[in-house]
């Protein structure tokens, strides 16, 4: 099939892209290489795909990107492009926010209006939720954001839905669940934490550490993708989480066996925007689309700390 895969160059986006060459689809990259954290990480994360002759990537911005023309012939979108992380959202930066999830995703959804699409499956966050009432939370259960990086983030999915209602486009929206794993971004919690191992300095930890994340490893997250390009309901909501809800505390302690030394830590106050706990309800994933986590936590982590330990940082 003819793809097109927004963000490719990004965590998640550059393993899906990978993993649909690798099924022998012709896949067309668009990622415009944002500075939220350095490009050239970003170009390493496509090195791989690069030298397929089946990708095509393109270093483009779909805010000024013709996109009518980019979706003409293409069947599947799957659309990874964001500013992503909560913290940074907050004050002058949440303009880039609004730009780059909203409006970009609003461009998209008019583009595919035009072309058949099979489908257009759209990485939405556990952010939506907030803090939620209930644990573990399904995909029926309020969504009350606690950033401004989630209110961007369910305000695409809601136009996702609009556009499915409206235009009848194929959209499935995945809310992952913190996803880790080799090329996770340099402001998340782990590559954080490993990089200070490997430095040996102290973790920065923002509130106790007792606070709670469902871990998604990033090839659930991938395989989950394949299976909404494959099984999606149109216009469902699925939770993609990885089924390993733990305390940053214990996440600490088993990286500690992970790398054979003791973390030192460096604890401040929590952060506004960060929720204390996460844990998905997968049953709709599980029924719908086959979605069955294979990858435990401390395997996931180990891969983790294997590729960041190669890059000699
Ligand atoms: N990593 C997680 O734990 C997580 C959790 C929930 C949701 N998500 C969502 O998953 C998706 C992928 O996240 P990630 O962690 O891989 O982030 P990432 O920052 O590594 O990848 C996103 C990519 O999108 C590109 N991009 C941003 N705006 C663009 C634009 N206007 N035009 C073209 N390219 C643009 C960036 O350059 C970047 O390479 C995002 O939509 C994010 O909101 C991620």
Redesign the pocket.
Known sequence: MRILV?????????WLSERLLALGHEVTG?????D??P?QI?RR?IETSVRNPLFKFLE????N?DLTRLLDGCEVVF???????VRASWGTDFGIYV???IL?TQRLLEAAKGPALKRFVF?????VYGNAQKMPVSEDDPTHPMSP?GVT?LSAENLCQLYHKNFGIPTVSL??????GP???PD?AFHKFIRAMLGGDALPIFGNGEQTRDF?FVED?VNANILAMEKGRNGAIYNIGGGSRISLNRAIELLEGVTGKEAKRSQSESQKGDVLHTWADTTRARNELGFAPKYDFEQGLRREFEWMASLRL
Not at 60 to 63: A, E, P, R, V
Not at 79 to 85: N, S, V
């Open positions: 927004t963000g490719a160059a990004g965590f998640i986006g550059s668009i990622d415009c290489l944002t939220y954290y490009p970003k994360n483009q911005d779909l805010l990107t659309h990874q492009a964001a500013q992503a992380g730009n780059n999830n970009a990485a939405s966050s556990s952010s990086y983030k809310r992952y669940f913190t996803v880790f090329r996770q971004r998340m998604t997250a």
